[in-house]
């Protein structure tokens, strides 16, 4: 069920007497946060809109006391009043309350924030702003179950939109091979073991591997024995295996000895001859010295 709003078609919105002396209230505390913040938020953003919605405010009360006060002039001020309050609701309200939400998001003048927010949600609350706000959104939600309704459940929950919720796999693709079209996988060419084994047998009498060994000829045999006979008469000249390794190390260690028993004399210092002082004789050796 929608609420129902206070903004009639025909007048503006009943206010209680409680509620404008509220509004009175507000003004003053708006007139207040002007006077005291002029010279630092002049230049800010929402300062803006806060001397909007204050001015609109006191122009709001005084059309309310005119129409209080004289009932000639009640119908210019009650329509004016409901062109005020239709306004405010489909333009001023957004801007106020996103300027106002603004300086509550900053630390420093929170508190200036939460009294403008406090102020602006009362206004619009006995105004009957906020009730044609939910009664818009429940149409809203009313339209969008209706239309959820008229359609059937299989067409919400059908095979066909399974499928279009499934994963995309691609499109199945045939191959040409030779003009005809190939729908299967490709797993090659089927080659019988008899076709194998003779094309093993074909290949060496063609290309011979070069690993192959070829079979030695008779001349190449006797070269070969002529030249194991001459090697097997020649002397060994070099020892092989471990007795010419021994002889090697005999030899070095034999070295070494040497140059241990010559070390010892080089590396004992040369002595050093002391030199004898001439004693010094007197007049007669001086005399007889040149001889």
């Not at 001023?92 to 106002?100: I, N, Q, R, V």
């Not at 006995?126 to 429940?138: D, P, R, S, V």
Request: proline share 5%; aromatic share 6%; hydrophobic share 35%.
């Amino acid at each position: 069920m929608a609420l129902p709003s206070k903004t009639a078609s025909t007048g503006p919105p009943r206010l209680k007497p409680n509620e404008i002396s509220e509004f009175k209230t507000f003004n003053d505390i708006m007139h207040l946060l002007h006077h005291r913040n002029l010279n630092q938020h002049r230049q800010s953003i929402w300062w803006r809109s806060f001397s909007t919605f204050r001015c609109e405010m006191l122009h709001l009360t005084a059309e309310y006391d005119a129409i209080s006060s004289s009932k000639t002039a009640a119908k210019k001020t009650s329509k004016r009043v409901v062109a005020r309050v239709d306004h405010w609701k489909s333009n001023m309200m957004p801007k106020w309350y996103l300027a106002f939400t603004n300086v509550i998001a900053s630390n420093q003048f929170s508190a200036i924030g939460l009294a403008l927010m406090a102020i602006l949600a009362r206004v619009s609350h006995c105004l009957g702003i906020t009730a044609a706000y939910e009664a818009e959104a429940e149409r809203e939600m009313q339209t969008v179950l209706e239309e959820f309704a008229k359609k059937d459940a299989h067409t919400l929950f059908g095979p066909q939109n399974a499928t279009s919720n499934a994963e995309d796999f691609g499109e199945v693709i045939t191959r040409r091979d030779g003009g005809t079209e190939v729908a299967d996988d490709d797993f090659g060419q089927v080659v019988s073991r008899q076709e194998i084994e003779g094309s093993a047998d074909m290949e060496p009498a063609e290309e011979p591997s070069s690993m192959q060994q070829t079979k030695p000829k008779a001349k190449d045999r006797s070269l070969n024995k002529k030249r194991a006979t001459a090697q097997a008469a020649e002397p060994d000249t070099e020892p092989q295996g471990l007795p010419r390794a021994k002889s090697k190390t005999k030899s070095r260690r034999q070295d070494r000895e040497a140059e241990d028993e010559v070390e010892p004399e080089l590396k004992e210092p040369l002595k050093k001859k002391k030199k004898t002082k001439k004693s010094k004789g007197g007049s007669i050796d001086d005399l007889f010295a040149g001889l």
